[in-house]
């Protein structure tokens, strides 16, 4: 005797009486899995914005919408090599103005900042990454300018210093 296979129809009709035999169950298991849901959508979107967030301001404030670099720098970023730099920026920055294209030149360098007590409130040293700048070209790319909340942006020609915030609390 052959067996014939379950239809879906009958298949479905067992379920829902499964599904409205065990209420309680059911209700139960149904919002725990809403509730995972709509927790994994919320939690995603969060990390989603934050994402997008770092992107939108390593772009407003480090990098602009492009960088160039030039060849063998790549390889050494992380060391932020002195010695590999590009060789006729004003003629580069020339071809980009003739473009319509808005760039700022930056010399970025790591360093070691030391302080003794007098007159800071702590004795000791900070690794800091430091990043030289054009001060008139940089706030035609850059947001800095417009996100300084104590001081002010240097003037062209001087030789000033933005700290952030954090290293400014250190340091008394």
Known sequence: MTRQPRRPARLATLALRNLSRYRKRTIITASAIALGVTMFVGFDSIFQGFFADSDRNYARYETGSAAVVPQGYWEERQEYPLD??????????????????????????SGELITRYDPFPEDGSAQVILHGMDTTRDPEVFRLKESIEDGRFPEPGQDEVIIGGWLADRLG
């Open 84 to 109: 590999i730099a590009i060789e006729r920026p004003d003629e580069l920055l020339g071809i980009l103005d003739a473009a319509g294209i808005a760039a700022a030149p930056r010399l970025d360098f």
